[in-house]
């Protein structure tokens, strides 16, 4: 029998996904769906797709994306969501098989947010609720599932990784955070969860832990086997690493130096609040869950977070966005607080439309991209 409260939860996704696309797609504001797929860092994840990160291909295809940069560039860019482009690809156009990855990654989002806060409640209609606030909360969320980022593809494997590994099922677990590492580079952070959990947590010998540990040592020997792909076809393990812009970890609270390279403004005041939502959400999700694997990714991932110096603060958060609104989740059923959430849909909407509006990549000629 199909529990109808993950169906709740999907529709949701889907649903409020072509509510979003609709004006794209009948042109009401001037554009059409291209402006969807042209948004970053979409483009660039179809590009490495087409490409394989060949740079003799991006160099003769892909020149008004490089822009004066070199091939490695795209080093930048991990193949978790490219290679589920790459699926769509064969037998679809790219910009559409783009589009079709969307509408997946949202559907996996979905179903691993329903899977994690039913773990986390062992109630039904609170899981959902929860579900569905984590699709729009925070408000930069909107606009990250509506066009081609990688994060949702993320949060599915790390969050499905956790909670196999709390299943004991470390294989399993182990095969999802490798899945997350060639997804986004701070999956490498589960493995640092695991280590910590398994040599501190773990009761037993020495040998015992080790040969609980062994399986999770998959995670970075996958991380090492990409950027020996990267040698192979960029010239130098540490392509990553040459990219520039791209690793923006410096100490805590770095994002109110506002000579920082990409923070550059004073208007910072809502990082002020984003970072007391998540410290305090983190906090309690600890409070009610203890020390475990899970509260030690999110202990190590927020802490990296605050180390972050960009603007996009709210876009690096998303991550551990389901262990914080986990936190509050005592407080979010309340009616009031309910009542606020449907108000606050219509602003979110109007500040990811606006969004996804102006940050794109222009492209001259689409027939590179098909």
């Given at each position: 029998?199909?529990?109808?409260h993950?169906?709740v939860?999907?529709?949701?996704?889907?649903?409020?996904?072509?509510?979003?696309?609709?004006?794209?797609?009948?042109?009401?504001?001037?554009?059409?769906?291209?402006?969807?797929?042209?948004?970053?860092?979409?483009?660039?994840?179809?590009?490495?797709?087409?490409?394989a990160?060949?740079?003799?291909?991006?160099?003769?295809?892909?020149?008004?994306?490089?822009?004066?940069?070199?091939p490695?560039?795209?080093?930048?860019?991990?193949?978790?969501?490219?290679?589920l482009?790459?699926?769509?690809?064969?037998?679809t156009?790219?910009?559409n098989?783009?589009?079709?990855?969307?509408?997946?990654?949202?559907?996996?989002l979905?179903?691993?947010?329903?899977?994690?806060?039913?773990?986390?409640?062992?109630?039904?209609?609170?899981?959902?609720l929860?579900s569905?606030?984590?699709?729009?909360?925070?408000?930069?969320?909107?606009?990250v599932?509506a066009?081609?980022?990688n994060?949702?593809?993320?949060?599915?494997?790390?969050?499905?990784?956790l909670?196999?590994?709390?299943?004991?099922?470390?294989?399993?677990?182990?095969?999802?955070g490798?899945?997350?590492?060639?997804?986004?580079?701070?999956g490498?952070?589960?493995f640092?969860?695991?280590f910590?959990?398994?040599?501190?947590?773990?009761?037993?010998?020495?040998?015992e832990?080790?040969?609980?540990?062994?399986?999770?040592?998959?995670?970075?020997?996958?991380?090492?086997?990409?950027?020996v792909?990267y040698?192979?076809?960029?010239?130098?393990f540490?392509?990553?690493?040459?990219?520039?812009?791209?690793?923006?970890l410096?100490?805590?609270f770095?994002?109110?130096?506002?000579?920082?390279?990409?923070?550059?403004?004073?208007?910072?005041?809502?990082?002020?609040?984003?970072?007391?939502?998540?410290?305090?959400?983190?906090?309690l999700?600890?409070?009610?869950?203890?020390f475990?694997?899970?509260?030690?990714?999110?202990?190590?991932?927020?802490?990296?977070?605050?180390?972050?110096?960009?603007?996009?603060?709210?876009?690096y958060?998303?991550?551990?966005?389901?262990?914080?609104?986990?936190?509050?989740?005592e407080?979010?059923?309340?009616?009031v607080?309910?009542?606020?959430?449907?108000?606050?849909?219509?602003p979110?909407?109007?500040?990811?439309?606006?969004?996804?509006?102006?940050?794109?990549?222009?492209?001259?000629?689409w027939?590179?991209?098909?």
């Amino acid at each position: 029998m199909i529990n109808k409260h993950w169906v709740v939860v999907v529709f949701v996704a889907v649903l409020s996904l072509l509510l979003f696309w609709t004006p794209f797609k009948l042109g009401w504001n001037g554009t059409g769906m291209n402006r969807i797929v042209q948004n970053f860092d979409g483009l660039n994840f179809l590009i490495v797709a087409k490409t394989a990160y060949d740079p003799q291909l991006i160099e003769r295809d892909y020149q008004e994306v490089l822009s004066g940069r070199k091939p490695l560039y795209f080093s930048a860019h991990y193949p978790g969501l490219p290679i589920l482009i790459r699926v769509y690809d064969t037998i679809t156009t790219g910009p559409n098989a783009l589009l079709l990855a969307i509408i997946t990654s949202n559907i996996l989002l979905a179903l691993v947010l329903y899977w994690f806060f039913d773990w986390y409640t062992k109630d039904g209609r609170v899981t959902v609720l929860l579900s569905i606030v984590t699709l729009f909360f925070p408000a930069r969320m909107l606009a990250v599932r509506a066009v081609g980022s990688n994060e949702m593809l993320f949060i599915f494997f790390v969050l499905t990784s956790l909670l196999l590994h709390n299943q004991r099922r470390r294989w399993e677990a182990a095969i999802m955070g490798s899945l997350a590492v060639l997804t986004r580079s701070p999956g490498i952070i589960l493995f640092m969860a695991y280590f910590f959990s398994t040599w501190y947590m773990v009761r037993g010998t020495w040998l015992e832990k080790i040969k609980e540990f062994i399986p999770y040592l998959l995670i970075p020997l996958t991380l090492l086997g990409l950027w020996v792909y990267y040698g192979f076809v960029f010239g130098s393990f540490w392509s990553y690493f040459q990219v520039g812009g791209n690793i923006n970890l410096y100490y805590p609270f770095a994002v109110f130096a506002s000579n920082m390279p990409w923070v550059g403004e004073i208007w910072l005041e809502d990082i002020v609040y984003l970072t007391a939502f998540m410290v305090t959400g983190i906090f309690l999700f600890i409070k009610r869950k203890g020390f475990s694997a899970a509260t030690l990714f999110a202990i190590l991932y927020a802490t990296f977070t605050l180390c972050v110096a960009h603007r996009d603060l709210a876009r690096y958060s998303i991550p551990i966005m389901p262990f914080v609104i986990a936190g509050w989740s005592e407080i979010i059923p309340n009616k009031v607080v309910k009542l606020l959430g449907y108000i606050l849909v219509i602003p979110i909407f109007l500040y990811a439309w606006q969004f996804v509006l102006s940050n794109y990549q222009v492209v001259a000629d689409w027939t590179k991209y098909l």
